[in-house]
């Protein structure tokens, strides 16, 4: 009976292992989702900051261009003053030169401002670029070191797969059964330790002839309050 209580820890060892391994594996595709998703959130100001600077550019188009019109319409009105018969119609003429000239000095402040803008929105989306690159190659580090690390954990889970297959095989059919139930029952913890006749699954006191029992090794034994198989553990070192 030593015998299978022993191969049932080891079992209920490489069952906590397999756990710890799956629940890492299962953590790390969420951290590389989270970390595309960054790397993502970057693209997506960067393509923002550039939809804004083009907007900047085209406006100082559209503004050189109304200026250009503006000075193609001032030279046709000047070039038509000579032609112009009476003194009411020379008056008309005049002013509205003027509101051309006028229109022309606002379109070139507001070029001015373009110019501005252009400047900035460029050295913006420059910044912005810049800190993406950097983020991407950073995070993407980041990515395929966990990658890797998924690799190993399916190496590990491989091996240990393999112990805890064959550490099953030697386990008795009636025992693998009952273990099986336990953990079931018992959220994946069917075998614990018993120190100073404490459960270490439910942390309560064991009748003393049972503990007693346990430390002899000779009997398959149940705590009587989580119905757990238990083992005796001497944390003095002595062995078991």
Request: proline share 2%; aromatic share 4%.
């Amino acid at each position: 009976m030593k015998e299978q209580v022993a191969l049932l820890i080891e079992l209920q060892k490489l069952d906590d292992e397999i756990l710890q391994e799956a629940l890492k594996k299962k953590e790390l595709p969420e951290r590389i989702e989270k970390l595309r998703e960054e790397i993502r959130s970057r693209e997506a100001a960067v393509l923002e900051k550039r939809d804004l600077s083009e907007a900047a550019r085209q406006s100082l188009k559209e503004s050189e261009r109304e200026l250009k019109r503006l000075a193609e319409s001032l030279s046709k009105g000047k070039s038509r003053l000579s032609e112009v018969k009476t003194n009411k119609e020379y008056q008309a003429m005049l002013k509205e030169m003027d509101t051309i000239a006028e229109a022309s000095e606002a379109v070139e402040d507001r070029i001015l401002r373009d110019y501005e803008r252009v400047d900035e929105s460029r050295r913006v989306l420059e910044e912005a670029e810049a800190e993406c690159r950097n983020y991407r190659e950073r995070h993407e580090g980041e990515i395929l070191e966990i990658e890797r690390e998924i690799g190993k954990i399916d190496l590990r889970l491989e091996e240990i797969q393999k112990k805890h297959s064959g550490a099953r095989e030697k386990v008795r059919p009636e025992l693998i059964r009952r273990y099986d139930m336990i953990r079931q029952r018992r959220n994946g913890k069917a075998v614990v330790s018993v120190w100073k006749e404490v459960c270490g699954g439910c942390h309560v006191n064991i009748p003393p002839q049972l503990y007693n029992n346990l430390q002899r090794h000779e009997e398959f034994i149940l705590c009587p309050h989580c119905n757990r198989i238990l083992y005796w553990e001497d944390r003095n070192g002595q062995g078991q």
